[in-house]
C-alpha cells in the first residue's frame, strides 16, 4: 500500500504541466530573470485576486513579514503582540525588524484570541500580527477594533490563508499590510522561496519596493539600508499559472476538509472547529487528541504520515528564551502544542486515499 504523505507538491505540478512548462520556457529564453514584466504581471493578478491596489513580491514569507514591520515604522523599543501558536516566522520577523514579540494566548479555533489581546499592550505595543493559521481568519472585525481603539497597526501574516476570509472580508485585506509565503506546500505555493506584501497604501507600497531592492528606487542612489528580497519571474510565472487555478484548488481542499468532517467519528478525536462566519481554506486540518504519541504510531503502521504544527509555542522556543516566559504562562498555546496533529490534506490527495485517512482514524 503507498504512503499517503503530509503533501504532495508533484501532484499540483502534474496537473497543469503543460502550462507551468510553457511559463518556465517563455522565461528562460526572455533573458530577463529579476524585476521584469513576469513579477509586474503577477502582483497585478494577485492583488486583483484579493481586492487590494498593491502587491510587491519579496524573497519569501519571513521577508514579506519583516519588511512589512519595517515599512510600518517598527523598529528599535516597540512591542508587536503576535499569538503564541504560530509557525516561527510570525515572530522572527518583529525581532528582524528589531522591535520585540510580545506573545498572546489563543482561542477554540487556535487562533489569536481577542479576548486575551488587550492585557497583552503596553505603552511600547506598536502593532498586533494577527496569524490566519491553517487556513482559517482570525476574528478580525474585533482585532481590528481594538487595533483603533488603541492606536495600533494591524499586520496579517497570511502565509496560510491565501483566499480565506471572514465575514465577508478577504484575510490580507484589512489591516496595514497582509504578508503572503509562497513556499511550496503553502496553498499557493511556487517551485522554490516566494512571498509578498499587498496594501491598499500607497506610500508603504512605495516604501515595500525600495526595502526589498536594497533601499533603492533609483539605481545606484540608496536612500535607506533596504535588503535584496525580490520574487524573481521565473517563480512569478509559475505563479501566476496556478493563481489562475486558484478556485479549483480551494474548492478541492474544501471538498477534503468537509470528507474528513463528515467522515470521523472517532470520541478520542476532536476535529478542528469552524469559526461561525469564517471561510477556511484548510491549508491544514488540525486535530487534537489526549494519546497524540498512540494516534501519530497508529497511523503510521497504516502508512500514513502526520506533521505537528507546532510542538512547541513560540513563547518557550530556545530562540525566545530571554523573554523569560514559563510554561503555563500561554495555557491554551501550550495545550495545543501537546495535542494538535495534522492529517494529510493537499491539492491532489484522492478520494481514494482520504477514505484510508478516515478509516484508520476511526479504526484508533
Ligand atoms: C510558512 C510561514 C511563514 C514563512 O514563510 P516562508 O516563505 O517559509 O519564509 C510565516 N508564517 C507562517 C504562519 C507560515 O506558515
Known amino acids: 500500500m503507498d504512503r499517503i504523505m503530509t503533501n504532495r507538491p508533484d501532484r499540483c505540478f502534474q496537473r497543469y504541466q503543460s502550462e507551468f512548462e510553457e511559463a518556465a520556457l517563455r522565461v528562460l529564453r526572455s533573458g530577463r530573470y529579476i524585476l521584469g514584466e513576469e513579477l509586474e504581471r503577477f502582483e497585478e493578478a494577485f ?176 536612500e535607506e539600508q533596504g535588503v535584496n528580497s525580490r520574487l524573481d519571474e521565473l517563480q512569478a510565472a509559475l505563479l501566476a499559472v496556478r493563481l489562475s487555478h486558484m478556485k479549483e484548488l480551494t474548492a478541492e481542499r474544501i471538498a477534503c476538509a468537509e470528507a474528513y468532517n463528515e467522515g470521523i467519528r472517532n470520541e478520542a478525536i476532536e476535529k478542528p472547529r469552524l469559526c461561525p462566519g469564517a471561510e477556511h481554506v484548510y491549508h491544514q486540518y488540525v486535530v487534537r487528541t489526549k494519546e497524540r504519541d498512540r494516534l501519530i504510531a497508529h497511523l503510521k503502521l497504516r502508512g500514513i504520515d502526520t506533521l505537528i504544527h507546532y510542538p512547541v509555542p513560540c513563547h518557550l522556543q530556545g530562540a525566545y528564551a530571554s523573554l523569560g516566559y514559563e510554561r503555563g504562562a500561554l495555557p491554551q498555546a501550550e495545550l495545543y502544542a501537546d495535542t494538535v496533529l495534522s492529517i494529510p490534506i493537499y491539492n491532489g490527495i484522492s478520494k481514494k486515499e482520504q477514505q484510508r485517512v478516515i478509516e484508520a482514524l476511526n479504526e484508533f
Open 47 to 222: 492583488a486583483e485576486w484579493l481586492g487590494v491596489r498593491f502587491c510587491v513580491g519579496v524573497g519569501n514569507g519571513l521577508d514579506a513579514l519583516t519588511l512589512a514591520c519595517r515599512a510600518c515604522g517598527i523598529g528599535e523599543g516597540d512591542e508587536v503582540i503576535v499569538p503564541a501558536n504560530t509557525f516561527i516566522a510570525s515572530a522572527l520577523a518583529v525581532s528582524a525588524a528589531g522591535a520585540v514579540p510580545v506573545f498572546a494566548d489563543v482561542d477554540e479555533y487556535y487562533l489569536l484570541d481577542p479576548d486575551k489581546l488587550e492585557s497583552r499592550i503596553t505603552e511600547r505595543t506598536r502593532a498586533v500580527m494577527a496569524v490566519h493559521l491553517y487556513g482559517q481568519t482570525c476574528r478580525l472585525d474585533r482585532i481590528l477594533a481594538i487595533c483603533r481603539k488603541h492606536g495600533l497597526k494591524l499586520l496579517e501574516d497570511c502565509a496560510q490563508s491565501h483566499g480565506a476570509a471572514y465575514r465577508g472580508r478577504i484575510s490580507g485585506t484589512v489591516g496595514e499590510a497582509g504578508c503572503f509565503s509562497f513556499y511550496p506546500t503553502k496553498n499557493l505555493g511556487a517551485f522554490g522561496d516566494a512571498g509578498a506584501v499587498v496594501t491598499d497604501d500607497e506610500e508603504l507600497y512605495e516604501h515595500l519596493k525600495k526595502l526589498r531592492n536594497y533601499g533603492s528606487s533609483r539605481r545606484y542612489y540608496h
